[in-house]
């Protein structure tokens, strides 16, 4: 009977889910994050990334707070050259 529940602890797989796919990456950007980012610019495109990631999780919160992304035209219009290389290598899958 021993045999049998290790046998079944290892060949059955436990029924809980695992953490949030990305949580352990969010986590790294929380600490890297905690040392500060010095450079306004630097931290204008950081928060406007992250304001796009969030609108791709929650489509309905980006919309309520004006950050929706709207069309790949409108979005590179008014956009910096970092901005759109970023666009690039991050929406059109070149990187």
Do not use: Q, W, Y
């Amino acid at each position: 009977s021993a045999v049998a529940a290790h046998l079944a602890a290892e060949l059955v797989p436990d029924a809980a889910p695992g953490p949030a796919p990305g949580l352990a990456e969010l986590d790294r950007l929380e600490g890297a994050l905690d040392g500060g980012v010095d450079d306004p610019a630097d931290r204008e495109r950081l928060a406007g990334r992250l304001r796009e990631l969030l609108g791709r999780l929650d489509p309905a919160a980006a919309e309520a707070d004006g950050t929706a992304a709207g069309s790949l035209e409108d979005r590179m219009d008014g956009a910096s050259d970092d901005e759109l290389f970023d666009l690039i290598d991050n929406e059109l899958g070149l990187s």
